[in-house]
Each structure stands twice: as C-alpha cells, then as structure tokens.
C-alpha cells in the first residue's frame, strides 16, 4: 500500500506538492508538512512531529502523533515507522531537499532504511527524483533527456551497468571519493540500470535538456 510523507522542507513547491497529492491513499505530515498540507487543500489522516518547525493549530478530525523534542530520530523517519506498522511499503516523500545539509541527508538516508525494512520509497520535488538501489536491475520510463546521477551509498565503491544512457557503461565501478557517476542523460524512453554490487543513489533531474 501506498503512503505519501509531507515533510518540512522550507523550499517547498506548493504547486507542486498539491498536484503530488490529489490522489494519494494515505496522507502523512511531519510536523512543518502539515502547514504545506493546508496551503496545497490537503487533508492528511495523521499528523507527526514535535512541532518545533510548525506553531500553528492542529485539526481536532486528524489523528495527531505529538513527540518530544528530545529524540533520536528524525519526524520524518518517526512517520515511516508508523506507517510501516500499519501495513504501508510503498512511499512517495515530498518536500524532503533544500535547506538544511544535513537534514536533507538525513532524509535521503530513510530510502535505504526502507529498503531494510522490505519497503520501498521515492523522494520527489519539482526539481528531481531520488531513489536508493541495491543489487538488482531497474528499469526506467519515460525520462528521456532527463539528467541522472548515480552516487555509491553507504559503500565505498558500487559497480554499475547503463543501457539506454548517453554514457553507456558495463561494470563501471564508481566510488565515494570520485564524482564519476554525476551528469549522464537517458537517451531512451526505456534506460536500464543494473547494480552489479553495492548500494545506490539515483537522482533524476526533471527537465528535460
């Protein structure tokens, strides 16, 4: 079952986060994203975060998750627990890059913990795509002429194979400490990735060149 995260981001679209939700099953905020829900007229089913991002008032007809401010985790990782507990294994992340470094990191770091947990999720914003892969083949469709990068992730080096790509390559081996994979072009409305070993990030840029 599908969930759709509202986090907190502070270059949130909300344009675009509106058109993402229109027609989602189970609509979460984390703490902020509850302010970005209500701009968008969207009404999320829960609401999760120690509100230290949004002081505003809380709908009495929502279920709300209040946390305490000292904590380990993030409230964007607390909402993906929850909703694992109830079932949910596929995500759509919005409003989860820009701004803050290392929240942005943090929250890039949630795909691979889904993965973990056997789910699966993407982060989406106006301006890209981003989705942990492990060892596996992917196949992607229709972003021809968009702009992808593949990054290794929690690994220090993963082996890749592109069909479909400007810069095709067969067991090409990038690591963490050379920007090899940045800034290759689907060239096919159907472009094949395969990870040959290690872990993953893919980040699809949405313009097309």
Known sequence: MRCTIIAGS????IDFISEQVKDCNYLICADKGYEYAKKAGA????????????????????????LNSHKDDTDLLHC????????????????ATGGRFDHTFANISVLMYLDKKGASGIIVSDKEIIRFLKMGEY???????????????????????????????????????????????????????????????????????
Request: overall charge negative.
């Open 80 to 95: 993906i627990e929850v909703a694992l507990s109830r079932g949910y294994d596929d995500f759509v992340i919005l409003a």
């Open 43 to 66: 009404k999320p089913n829960l609401i999760v975060g120690d509100f230290d991002s949004y002081s505003g008032n809380l709908p009495d007809d929502c279920e709300v998750i209040k």
């Open 10 to 13: 502070p270059e949130a679209d």
């Open 139 to 209: 196949n992607f469709d229709g972003n021809k002429g968009k702009t992808f990068s593949v990054f290794p992730f929690a690994c220090d080096s993963v082996n890749v194979s592109y069909i479909g790509a400007e810069y095709s390559a067969e067991n090409l081996i990038l690591t963490a400490e050379e920007a090899m994979g940045i800034s290759n072009i689907f060239i096919s409305d159907r472009a094949n990735v395969k990870i040959n070993y290690g872990n993953a990030i893919i980040i699809i840029n949405q313009f097309i060149n």
